[in-house]
């Protein structure tokens, strides 16, 4: 029998997520996901199949962006702000199969912090 990697047992994890968890106009899905050099957030509208919103550490009014905690909170704050211009106060939340730890709950309780609802 063989083991499963990494990547095989996150994606199936955020398979059973989405089973579960789904975005309307009124409530995005707040997707988080992350590489090595940078994290990414969007509110995404599953209904219409489009992107709302979207923060990522890479971009300009994030100084010294990279893939931790410090930087997951400025995107949960920058996220947070973007959903607010766009008059969305809840959301649901989908931590792409990642473990709620870390730099997902930093951005998470930053988004909190600036006003989210989730």
């Known amino acids: ?24 106009a009124t409530r995005p899905r707040l997707a988080v996901s992350y590489s090595n050099q940078h994290i990414y957030a969007q509110l995404i509208d599953d209904v219409a199949g ?9 971009d300009k009014s994030i100084e010294n962006g990279s893939s931790n905690s410090a930087s ?9 702000d973007r959903a607010k211009g766009a008059n969305i106060e809840e959301v649901v939340f989908d931590r792409g199969g990642h473990l709620f730890h870390g730099k997902i709950k930093s951005l998470a309780d930053a988004a909190r ?6």
């Open 1 to 24: 029998m063989s083991t499963l990697n990494r990547k095989a047992v996150r994606r199936r994890i955020h398979t059973r997520i989405r089973k579960k968890v789904s975005g309307t």
């Open 50 to 58: 489009r992107t709302l919103a979207a923060a990522a550490s890479s």
């Open 72 to 80: 997951a909170a400025k995107v949960g704050a920058l996220i947070a």
């Open 113 to 118: 912090e600036a006003g989210l609802k989730f």
